[in-house]
């Protein structure tokens, strides 16, 4: 069975390159922060953590291609870091609303 999924606030977005970048995982329309889902989309590859504030990406962790798009469980974590794998670009992040 396809579950379609919802996203009805806007995300957050990290400009990747050679040192880690984090931001706060984007609450939900109900408030919910951190969701139980997001939605991950990047411009080029990039390696990508989630946990507590200071959080920091490297090599080794998550790999999000550019065209593919993954959805994470978000476990508790409150943000999101992200690292560059040879090229900059932008990792985008939706939070999921629940069904």
Do not use: H, W
Request: hydrophobic share 40%; with cysteine.
């Amino acid at each position: 069975m396809r579950k379609e999924i919802q996203v009805f606030k806007t995300g957050a977005t990290i400009t990747t390159s050679g040192t880690s970048a984090s931001v706060a995982i984007p609450s939900t329309t109900g408030g919910n922060t951190p969701p139980k889902y997001v939605r991950l989309a990047a411009t080029a590859a990039c390696y990508v953590k989630l946990g507590q504030s200071g959080v920091t990406a490297v090599a080794g962790d998550l790999l999000v291609q550019p065209g593919d798009a993954t959805i994470v469980a978000v476990a508790g974590s409150t943000n999101i870091a992200a690292l560059q794998v040879s090229a900059a670009g932008v990792l985008q992040i939706s939070p999921l609303e629940e069904s």
